[in-house]
């Protein structure tokens, strides 16, 4: 999908990896056992479910407020600044370049893992939808408890649809997710970047500079005389 050399290089620490893959499996579980506990299917029998459900649930909670204090600490949550900035050019290529083999217009690099149209998208999962899942969650799970914590006022209906409709918000885009894996310059590329860590990536491609600004935030005013 691209004329330039490709080099391997490391883009992926092993927390990252090891926290993809820990949600992953974490994700397919819960979607497994919550469905089940619903009656849509019976596979583990509704108590071996529900149990399942509600220990994995708690763990991805737990799991979660560790990997936010990795972001925080690490100045990783610069790779999820969103931006419109060629999100509809990086648009148009997944409906049609993509398809010509043209190359990406925003290749990965170290410093910018991913393109406008994944920081909006890892962002809104990250800020929005999962934090909803994981508070319905937990509220669903604690409902005997609502009247001595003063939430009586809550609606469990609710809270259980909320919930309903976030576990089909998250498998939408666990399948969305699985498909853009195949988007690479090879069909496993970026599988394969998840597992070792390492991914080719075309040569020379620098940041650009509305990059470096969304990363290193706005340069003083004089500068920006200066440049003009």
Known sequence: M????????????????FWHWLQTV??????????????????????????VH?????????AFAFFVFWLLTTGEWKQYVPTT????????????????GDPHPVPKRKEAKHNPLQRIAYLSVAAFLLPIQMITGFL???????????????????????????AFGVLSFLIGHVYMTTTGHTLFA???AMITGWEEIPEGVELEDWEKRKRQGRQPAESEASAA
Do not use: C
């Open 85 to 100: 900035k060629k999100m509809f050019t990086v648009i148009h290529y997944y409906m049609f370049g993509i398809f010509r």
């Open 26 to 51: 974490l994700i397919v579980v819960l979607l497994v056992t919550g469905f089940e506990v619903n009656g849509l299917y019976t596979l583990l029998g509704y108590q071996t479910a529900s149990e």
């Open 190 to 192: 970026h599988i394969r």
């Open 2 to 17: 691209t004329g330039n050399k490709m080099v391997n290089t490391y883009l992926y620490t092993r927390y990252e990896r």
């Open 140 to 166: 669903y799970w604690s409902y005997n408890s609502w009247a001595s914590w003063g939430l009586d006022w809550l609606s469990l209906p609710v809270v259980a649809a909320i919930h309903i409709l976030g």
């Open 54 to 62: 509600n220990f994995l649930g708690l763990s991805w909670l737990i």
